[in-house]
């Protein structure tokens, strides 16, 4: 089962980098023939597909893996409770291979077209960064750093919220997918948007590797693993510690369903108690009533 959790991932993950970072690539923005007129997607597509990766990933294999696609989400996972440990690194290794295959087919679709090449500057093939350099609104390094932290913890509390027994199962995906398509509504100008550092990491490689001198990228790539974690940690911690219970909490799972168990099950023989007394004083008085 943990083999085909880590295929889940594999594919979810690709399928993320595929449909969010190709539209950024091959759609956000498209001319109409000899016109200026732009039939691309933009920031609010570009958003919205993301969004739209994360929710039909999450229906389609979250139920094997639970749907992380994303390091980030699964280390906040393991802090908050949600997750064992022991099985992260794998998951995390799946995602960036997912990841990766996900690039590797945008270049081999974008490359198709005449003149398409990978050159520097901010946002190429989709990368995340920061500075002149790296950032498509020439933001800090600090701006960037703070982008990520913040929007990473959100997404965390948003993800611990929305899966908590208590929410509605059904609205999950939806909610965590909606969730990733705001904060790219908010974070393109700034770092093109991260939160994962599997989706950086992808990008980061194929720039380097396909690019025309494009370094920058894989130069700048230590902030967009280090940044999403620390704001998942932070936001599992929020979540765990201020906002809810720790109902949820993994290890707590197996103990809790074992006491709602014996309870049950001791309710259940009592009222086995109940009917044979019942049953038995009803023999007596029947036993003790004379015939007519």
Not at 227 to 247: K, T
Request: aromatic residues 8%.
């Amino acid at each position: 089962m943990y083999g085909k959790a880590l295929v889940a991932e594999v594919f979810g993950t690709f399928w993320l980098v595929l449909g969010g970072c190709g539209s950024a690539i091959l759609a956000a923005m498209f001319l109409a023939g000899d016109t200026t007129v732009n039939l691309g997607l933009g920031f609010l597509g570009v958003g919205l597909a993301f969004g739209l990766t994360v929710v039909t990933g999450a229906y389609a294999v979250g139920h094997v893996s639970g749907g992380h696609f994303n390091p980030a989400v699964t280390v906040g996972l393991v802090v908050g409770g949600r997750f064992s440990a022991a099985k992260a690194p794998g998951y995390v290794i799946a995602q960036v291979i997912g990841g990766v295959l996900g690039a590797l087919a945008i270049y081999g679709i974008a490359s198709g077209q005449p003149g398409f090449a990978i050159t520097p500057g901010a946002g190429t093939f989709a990368t995340n960064g920061y500075g002149v350099e790296g950032s498509p609104g020439g933001f800090s390094m600090q701006a960037a750093f703070l982008t990520e932290v913040i929007l990473t913890a959100v997404f965390l509390v948003v993800i611990m919220g929305a899966t908590s027994k208590r929410a509605s199962a059904a609205m999950g995906g939806l909610a965590i997918g909606l969730s990733l398509a705001l904060i790219h509504f908010i974070s393109i100008p700034v770092t093109n948007t991260s939160v994962n550092p599997a989706r950086s990491t992808s990008q980061a490689v194929i720039a380097n590797f396909y690019g025309e001198g494009v370094t920058v990228p894989m130069q700048q790539l230590w902030l967009f693993w280090a940044a999403p974690i620390i704001g998942a940690v932070i936001g599992a911690i929020i979540y765990r510690v201020l906002i809810d219970s720790n109902q949820d909490v993994h290890e707590d799972n197996t103990q809790e369903l074992r006491t709602e168990t014996k309870t049950a099950t001791g309710r259940a023989a009592m009222a086995d108690l109940e009917r044979s007394r019942a049953a038995l004083e009803e023999q007596r008085r029947r036993t003790s009533t004379p015939a007519s």
